[in-house]
């Protein structure tokens, strides 16, 4: 019973693959229908243009002159307009293809980028690049031409059957004695072309987190000497997949193997019993042309019928791995409203941001990073978290920013006028955010800058670079804020691309601004400079940073200690 099982559990994925898919696929019904209604005008015109030339060469033998101009013409005409037909056919699939392509590719990204942040971050961006382009793309490329072939391969068996039948009914025996093999067969690859599809996808996976993340890190790899090692474990990767490829290469060897041969065979008994019934007088030459034609299409139509199960199945497991991320819930936006109306006494007034009893841990754990915090901070005020690495100063700031969730207490963000929120996406349009890492993209300075705000004017991005104190060594590019920036910044310094990630900042002039080890790279004079400008440029500015360096602390309106347990007390 566990075989049937595991078909079962199958094609019950495979039935709820597809029903995503076809959700994808309705919208473009009319063009699919058009397409449909093409390709099988093509298959009428492709065995039209058989039996005419059935008709031509018996009427060449008969020298029938007037029989034989007009097959010909039939016969010339059907194929040129079935090259017309094609032509169009082609083109309609390339263009709903792209449409099809680019809508999923578009909805997946967005549900990435607009994702619970805990859920989305366990993919590695490889991974996620591997989904977004590569499953995508196969997908996109096999339901166009997937959906219509169903129906032009079964109007092409039924065409070529009905014709066998017509002239030979036993010659329609004859072509489909590969019928019961191809069906088992079938039944036996279905399970192993899903199992190749799961691994393959997901090595690709593997090998595209590996590419991302060792280019993106090539100065540390170089800098420890460990550039072999790396093109070693690129080489086990590339071996293991290797053999997956072999594997699968070899089960399908042997399987298209096996039905060539039977193939082979029933061609033979269908050359022979056309060849008998022509040296017995039944048939003519045209009809026995006619036979080796059809009974061909007929064999391959079913086989291609019989093909259409692997293929789906390579699709639905496209389809599987692309619902993996679209199911994904995305980030609650409830009080975006209740937001917007805040946002103007945000900005007169600022927001008191205020955590009362919170405790929260990382999905997949039970264990606490901080456990039953309290704490405050005031328009004005700068409170600064410090503690061991790795204790839950970061988590506290993904908190404020609503990339995470606590399952215990609360964090609310409030104005003058006594509204109140809870802590949220929502609320994150009231937060300007400095990160520990690297966060520039490729690019100029200036577009780095209007990310956060994109009609910021040149003398806006001149006054976030002042006060950052960026400008003194950027206005000495020879393209200034325009010199362009690799990926990552990696031809500026730590400080210099730190200095742009706070002036990105302050340029959103939001009414609450996180910084994490913010000046971790700058030296004691700079990080002063930069900390006075800060608290000029908004007086009303909630600022929570975390630090390690003690010389920050002198800025700030209380200090509060994450210990080792993830509780939070007041130095």
Not at 329 to 353: C, F, H, Q, T, V
Request: charged content about 20%; overall charge neutral; aromatic content about 8%.
């Amino acid at each position: 019973m566990k075989k049937p099982a595991e078909y079962v559990s199958l094609f019950r994925s495979m039935r709820k693959e597809w029903r995503w898919i076809l959700r994808y696929v309705s919208r473009y019904r009319l063009q699919i229908i058009v397409y449909v209604v093409i390709g099988i005008l093509s298959t009428a015109m492709g065995i039209g243009s058989t039996v005419a030339s059935k008709y031509l060469i018996d009427s060449v033998v008969s020298r029938d002159t007037k029989t034989v101009a007009v097959s010909a013409v039939l016969a010339v005409s059907l194929a040129l307009a079935q090259i017309v037909v094609n032509a169009v056919t082609s083109r309609v699939a390339t263009v709903v293809g792209t449409k099809v392509s680019n809508e999923i590719r578009s909805n997946v990204y967005e549900h990435m980028v607009c994702s619970d942040w805990e859920d989305i971050s366990k993919y590695h961006s490889g991974d996620l690049l591997n989904r977004i382009e590569g499953d995508v793309s196969a997908l996109a490329s096999s339901v166009i031409s997937f959906v219509p072939n169903v129906f032009m391969r079964v109007t092409q068996f039924a065409g070529c059957l009905a014709v066998v039948l017509y002239y030979d009914p036993i010659m329609a025996l004859f072509a489909l004695l590969s019928a019961p093999f191809l069906a088992v067969t079938s039944n036996i690859s279905a399970k192993m072309m899903r199992k190749y599809n799961v691994e393959s996808r997901n090595m690709n996976g593997k090998i595209l987190s590996f590419y991302s993340e060792s280019i993106q890190n090539i100065q540390t790899i170089k800098a420890f000497g460990i550039t072999g090692r790396y093109v070693g474990q690129l080489k086990d990767y590339m071996a293991v997949y290797r053999k997956m490829r072999l594997d699968h290469n070899k089960f399908s060897v042997v399987m298209t193997a096996g039905l060539s041969v039977i193939g082979l065979l029933v061609a033979y008994l269908c050359y022979g019993w056309g060849v008998w019934r022509l040296w017995q007088g039944f048939i003519t030459f045209g009809t026995m042309t006619l036979f080796l034609q059809i009974s061909g299409q007929l064999t391959s139509s079913f086989s291609a019928i019989v093909s259409l199960l692997p293929t789906s199945i390579s699709i639905a497991t496209a389809a599987g791995r692309i619902m993996e991320i679209t199911d994904i819930p995305p980030e609650k936006n409830d009080d975006d409203s209740a937001a917007e109306d805040m946002a103007a006494a945000a900005e007169e007034s600022g927001i008191s941001l205020k955590c009362d009893n919170l405790t929260y841990a990382y999905k997949g754990t039970d264990i606490p990073v901080v456990k039953d915090i309290s704490f405050y901070v005031n328009p004005g005020e700068t409170v600064a978290l410090v503690g061991p690495s790795g204790e839950g100063k970061t988590t506290i700031l993904r908190l404020i920013l609503g990339l995470v969730k606590p399952q215990d207490g609360c964090m609310t963000m409030s104005v003058a006028d006594g509204r109140v929120l809870d802590v949220s996406a929502s609320t994150r349009r009231f937060c300007s955010y400095v990160p520990q890492e690297n966060a520039v993209f490729a690019g100029s300075i200036a577009d780095n800058l209007r990310i956060v705000k994109p009609d910021a004017a040149d003398k806006e991005l001149v006054e976030a670079l002042k006060n950052a104190d960026a400008w003194g060594f950027i206005e000495k590019l020879p393209d200034g804020m325009y010199t362009q920036m690799n990926e990552k910044g990696v031809n500026f310094s730590e400080g210099q691309v730190q200095r742009i990630s706070i002036a990105r900042a302050l340029l959103r002039n939001a009414p609450v601004l996180v910084m994490d080890e913010a000046t971790s790279a700058l030296d004691a004079e700079t990080e002063a400079t930069v900390l006075a400008n800060i608290m000029k440029s908004y007086p009303n500015r909630t600022c929570v940073i975390t630090t390690h360096r003690p010389s920050m602390l002198q800025y700030c309106n209380r200090v509060y200690e994450v210990d080792v347990a993830g509780n939070l007390t007041l130095k």
